[in-house]
């Protein structure tokens, strides 16, 4: 009697293929089930979350004086109760002009905007970079998108007015994250006189949607879904996530902003910025940097708009 041995046929082609769109149609069913879980803690989780602001570490004055900082500052702001760390670079010539806050992207530091620093200070501008709440070596737990940052900055003015070290005018240079929060603080504190905003976004809303799709989520997720989860990531932040708008605020201010955008940028389109012009057209101006991306709009800006920044904040009545 003949035995015959059977082997497995190997996996067409065919099956290769259902097997893949199955772990695909898998993948795809899981994430929508999981992200809107997820989402609204990302949106608002801070660099620094958890950590009381005794652990965290300042830099050492040794590194201050190479990078050319005179001072370090600690202030205490809030409700929610934080404390933001402030480096203070004095103008290389006398007398101050005045006082320009530097404020840096999302998840960075003001490390990362020492150069920006310089440029202010070379051109005769006391230059405080600032520690946005929850990055750095300033402490908070949730990022609220600039509403509770402009009234942290508030306080931050006052402070260093009774340190007599607030010479106006007074102006704002942000990027990205800190450029929306210098709309926003301009709008709440009539000190700003001036602001120069680089790649800043126009509503919350829309800047999450455009993550979104960068992400490859807005093919997962429906728009109504996104929304919810800015929504909800306001409750978890303690922020009315309608108020951050640099969009509502650039039209309640009287300070003049230079708005700065790169023709490139996916994950804060350009549209942000002429949307923000176009609502105020009289005490705004748009630079947009031919094919420049979101990172490489602020490499262009110290090296190609040294004059205009200097400009801007040299006159800070012009109409």
Same mark, same amino acid.
């Given at each position: 009697?003949?035995?015959?041995?059977?082997?497995?046929?190997?996996?067409?082609?065919?099956?290769?293929?259902?097997?893949?769109?199955?772990?695909?149609?898998?993948?795809?069913?899981?994430?929508? &089930?999981?992200?809107?879980?997820?989402?609204?803690?990302?949106?608002?989780? #801070?660099?620094?979350f958890g950590k009381k602001?005794?652990?965290?570490?300042? %830099?050492?004055? $040794?590194?201050?004086?190479?990078?050319?900082?005179?001072?370090?500052?600690?202030?205490? %702001?809030?409700?929610?109760?934080?404390?933001?760390? %402030?480096?203070?670079?004095?103008?290389?010539?006398?007398?101050?002009?005045?006082?320009?806050?530097?404020?840096?992207?999302?998840?960075?530091?003001?490390?990362?905007?020492?150069?920006?620093?310089?440029?202010?200070?070379?051109?005769?501008?006391?230059?405080?970079?600032?520690? &946005?709440?929850?990055?750095?070596?300033?402490?908070?737990?949730?990022?609220?998108?600039? %509403?509770?940052?402009?009234?942290?900055?508030?306080?931050?003015?006052?402070?260093?007015?009774?340190?007599?070290?607030?010479? $106006?005018?007074?102006?704002?240079?942000?990027?990205?994250?800190?450029? #929306?929060?210098?709309? +926003?603080?301009?709008?709440?504190?009539?000190?700003?006189?001036?602001?120069?905003?680089?790649?800043?976004?126009?509503?919350?809303?829309? #800047?999450?949607?455009?993550?979104?799709?960068?992400?490859?989520?807005?093919?997962?997720?429906?728009?109504?879904?996104?929304?919810?989860?800015?929504?909800?990531?306001?409750?978890?932040?303690?922020?009315?996530?309608?108020?951050?708008?640099?969009? +509502?605020?650039?039209?309640?201010? $009287?300070?003049?902003? &230079?708005?700065?955008?790169?023709?490139?940028?996916?994950?804060?389109?350009p549209s942000s910025s002429?949307?923000?012009?176009?609502?105020?057209?009289?005490?705004?101006? &748009?630079?947009?940097?031919?094919?420049?991306?979101?990172?490489?709009?602020?490499? #262009?800006? +110290?090296?190609?708009?040294?004059?205009?920044?200097?400009?801007?904040?040299?006159?800070?009545?012009?109409?």
């Open positions: 009697m003949l035995l015959l041995m059977t082997h497995p046929k190997k996996p067409t082609g065919r099956r290769w293929t259902i097997a893949l769109l199955l772990a695909g149609l898998l993948l795809v069913t899981g994430g929508a &089930l999981f992200l809107p879980y997820w989402m609204p803690t990302t949106i608002v989780y #801070a660099p620094n602001a005794d652990s965290l570490r300042e %830099v050492s004055s $040794e590194q201050l004086e190479a990078w050319g900082i005179n001072q370090q500052i600690q202030v205490p %702001v809030g409700p929610p109760s934080a404390r933001l760390s %402030v480096w203070v670079m004095e103008p290389s010539r006398q007398p101050v002009r005045g006082t320009v806050l530097v404020l840096h992207g999302i998840r960075d530091s003001k490390a990362s905007i020492r150069g920006i620093g310089q440029l202010l200070a070379d051109g005769g501008y006391r230059s405080l970079l600032i520690d &946005l709440r929850g990055h750095g070596s300033s402490s908070g737990d949730w990022l609220t998108y600039g %509403v509770v940052d402009s009234r942290d900055l508030t306080q931050v003015l006052d402070a260093i007015d009774r340190q007599n070290l607030l010479t $106006e005018p007074v102006g704002v240079f942000g990027c990205s994250y800190g450029a #929306a929060t210098a709309i +926003q603080l301009a709008a709440r504190d009539p000190r700003i006189r001036s602001v120069v905003a680089v790649a800043p976004f126009a509503t919350l809303h829309v #800047a999450v949607h455009s993550y979104a799709r960068l992400l490859g989520l807005g093919f997962i997720l429906p728009k109504e879904m996104i929304g919810r989860a800015v929504e909800d990531a306001g409750q978890i932040g303690h922020f009315q996530p309608s108020e951050a708008s640099p969009l +509502q605020a650039i039209q309640q201010t $009287e300070a003049r902003i &230079l708005l700065i955008h790169g023709t490139a940028d996916w994950k804060i389109p002429q949307q923000l012009h176009s609502a105020a057209p009289h005490h705004s101006r &748009l630079i947009l940097v031919e094919n420049a991306g979101h990172d490489s709009a602020m490499v #262009a800006v +110290q090296t190609k708009s040294k004059a205009e920044i200097l400009a801007w904040f040299d006159n800070p009545s012009e109409d």
